[in-house]
């Protein structure tokens, strides 16, 4: 697939199924994450890998989100929030890794640069024929879940990225109208 085709085509799977990315396509996949324009090169970011065992982890710490919410949540509710990382052989959870007070690089342009590595990870499994989602969610905003993550005080998780084989076929990516976007100055 060439660069330009790649850039108009990609599009999200929520469908994925086992197996998680090789360790080979993995290192790919970081390799474009880390191109991501960086001002002042900070390296603005962190990226925490979780399969297997540690999915069951991220649900746990989930739970723990909903149950420090609301103390009287239901089971269900808990039982909810253990199983949604489930939907996935691998999430890869994008953190922004911020320098505060920086006056040439504000905080900002830190969070943008991490959105970039995450684009960079979408673009990636698109090209190696992987299904990826970039989720949010009430959870990457959570503070027991930032605090298990180990975020500092500036820190922002712009993504959990659920990753792996295509579990259904990817939608037709809409064609918008340019014009509606862009406003020329010529
Ligand atoms: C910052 C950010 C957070 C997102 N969070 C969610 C989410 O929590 N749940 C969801 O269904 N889609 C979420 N999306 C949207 C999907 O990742 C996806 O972009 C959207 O469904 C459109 O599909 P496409 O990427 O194929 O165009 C988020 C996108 C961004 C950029």
């Given at each position: 697939m060439d660069a330009i085709t790649l850039l108009h085509e990609r599009s999200s799977m929520g469908k994925l199924m086992a197996p998680a990315p090789s360790p080979e396509q993995m290192e790919a996949i970081y390799h474009a994450a880390l191109r991501a324009p960086d001002h002042k090169e900070l390296r603005p970011w962190r990226f925490v890998e979780f399969q297997g065992e540690g999915l069951e982890r991220l649900g746990e710490l989930f739970a723990e989100a909903e149950f420090h919410a609301?103390?009287?949540?239901?089971d269900g509710t808990l039982d909810a929030a253990r199983k949604k990382?489930?939907?996935?052989p691998m999430i890869i959870a994008v953190i922004a890794k911020v320098t505060p007070d920086l006056p040439k690089v504000p905080k900002m342009e830190q969070v943008i640069s991490a959105g970039c590595a995450a684009h960079g990870i979408l673009l990636a499994a698109h090209a190696l024929g992987l299904g990826a989602m970039w989720r949010s969610g009430k959870y990457a905003f959570d503070p027991t879940v930032r605090k298990g993550l180990r975020?500092?005080?500036?820190?922002?998780?712009v993504a959990f990225i659920y990753i792996g084989a295509l579990g259904g076929r990817h939608r037709q990516v809409p064609v918008h109208k340019i014009s509606d976007f862009v406003e020329r100055w010529d």
């Open positions: 609301d103390p009287h949540a239901e990382p489930l939907r996935a975020l500092e005080e500036d820190d922002e998780i």
